[in-house]
T-cell receptor, first 113, second 111 residues
Framework: KAGVTQTPRYLIKTRGQQVTLSCSPI?????VSWYQQTPGQGLQFLFE???????NKGNFPGRFSGRQFSNSRSEMNVSTLELGDSALYLC????????????FGSGTRLTVV | DAKTTQPPSMDCAEGRAANLPCNHS???????VYWYRQIHSQGPQYIIH???NNETNEMASLIITEDRKSSTLILPHATLRDTAVYYC????????????FGAGTILRVKS
C-alpha cells in the first residue's frame, strides 16, 4: 500500500514569509499528526487531527496552524517565518491516533534564510 | 507521560542480537511502552509496543520487567540496515495522544 506522502520534500523560504506543507495519509487512516524535528530540540509534537478536528496541540506559537480535509489529507501552515523554524517537518498517519502503529512520511525539509 | 532514559549509543556486531535498554521508572499503570526507530533521512518507523506482557512481532521482541520500570527491545539478528536511532516512549494509549520522543539510542551495527 502507498505510504504517507509529504510535499514538497525540500523548501527554502525567506524570513517573514509563510509556508504551507501538505500530507496525504495512508488510505483509510483518519488520524494525522505533525512533528517538528531539529538538532537542538529533537522531535516535538505540533498537533493531531482526526476527522477534520484538531484533538491535541503541542506547545508551539500560534504562527503554526493546521487543518484536515474530508479526505483526511492535512496541511500545516507557518506564518511569519523565523530562522528558528528551519527544521524537518514530519507527518504521521494512523487509523485512530492512539500512539501505536503510526506511519511517518519522509518529511519536508524547510530552510528559512 | 512518563520520562524514559536510554543510553546515548550502542554498538552491535552484524548477525548478533541487539538488546536496547530503556528505563521508565515513573511509568503509570495505564501507560504503554512504544518503540520507534529512525533511519537516517527518513521518518520514524513504528517497531512494537506493550503494556505488561512481553511482545514479539516480525521485527523485534519487547521484554518488560514485572515492575514495569524498565524494558528491553531485542533485535534478534541485527543487520547493517538496523543502524538507526531507537526511541523508547511511554504514553497513554488514548485518542489524539502525542508521542513524546527523547534523545533515543544510536545503534550502530558493524560488520
Amino acid at each position: 500500500k502507498a505510504g504517507v506522502t509529504q510535499t514538497p520534500r525540500y523548501l527554502i523560504k525567506t524570513r517573514g514569509q509563510q509556508v504551507t506543507l501538505s500530507c496525504s495519509p495512508i488510505s483509510g487512516h483518519r488520524s494525522v499528526s505533525w512533528y517538528q524535528q531539529t538538532p537542538g530540540q529533537g522531535l516535538q509534537f505540533l498537533f493531531e487531527y482526526f476527522s477534520e478536528t484538531q484533538r491535541n496541540k503541542g506547545n508551539f506559537p500560534g504562527r503554526f496552524s493546521g487543518r484536515q480535509f474530508s479526505n483526511s489529507r492535512s496541511e500545516m501552515n507557518v506564518s511569519t517565518l523565523e530562522l528558528g523554524d528551519s527544521a524537518l517537518y514530519l507527518c504521521a498517519s494512523s487509523l485512530d491516533g492512539r500512539g501505536h502503529g503510526y506511519t511517518f512520511g519522509s518529511g519536508t525539509r524547510l530552510t528559512v534564510v | 507521560d512518563a520520562k524514559t532514559t536510554q543510553p546515548p549509543s550502542m554498538d552491535c556486531a552484524e548477525g548478533r542480537a541487539a538488546n536496547l535498554p530503556c528505563n521508565h521508572s515513573t511509568i503509570s499503570g495505564n501507560e504503554y511502552v512504544y518503540w520507534y526507530r529512525q533511519i537516517h533521512s527518513q521518518g520514524p518507523q513504528y517497531i512494537i509496543h506493550g503494556l505488561k506482557n512481553n511482545e514479539t512481532n516480525e521485527m523485534a521482541s519487547l521484554i518488560i520487567t514485572e515492575d514495569r520500570k524498565s524494558s528491553t527491545l531485542i533485535l534478534p539478528h541485527a543487520t547493517l540496515r538496523d543502524t538507526a536511532v531507537y526511541y523508547c516512549i511511554a504514553g497513554i494509549m488514548e485518542y489524539g495522544n502525542k508521542l513524546v520522543f527523547g534523545a533515543g539510542t544510536i545503534l550502530r551495527v558493524k560488520s
